[in-house]
């Protein structure tokens, strides 16, 4: 099941949502999602492949060095964020680690939020918009 999520909601779904930003020029966006969906394509092929025989098993450091760099990357976004709605922020300012679980949550409600509010073409979930 893992495998399945990280190749495609994960992975192809991100990638292909990443395009769809990017067709509404919001950088943020089309960077996010498309590099967080070849993360997860690139992450489960360092779990599946040397399965397969297909490449060698990575050293923890390794992977330790993989995960730091995807650390950096988010770090980044979330700076990015900080002139967008509190939505995004709680999003990219929990994805980590253990809390990644508040992160999947506060996505889900970003998501549905977004949908919702342009559906109804006013603000039926908060997204806590930032005020500049």
Known sequence: MIMGMGIFVGGLA???AGTQEWKKNNTLGATAFTAYGFFWMALVATWVMPTLG???KSAELDMGFFLAI???FTTGM???TLRMNRALQVVFGTLADWVGIVCGFS???AAIAQVLN???GNVVMSL????R
């Open 118 to 120: 342009e559906v109804y």
């Open 14 to 16: 991100q990638v292909l």
């Open 107 to 109: 996505a889900l409600y």
């Open 78 to 80: 979330f700076f990015g």
């Open 70 to 72: 995807w650390g950096g």
């Open 54 to 56: 297909l490449a060698a």
């Open 128 to 131: 806590g918009v930032v005020r």
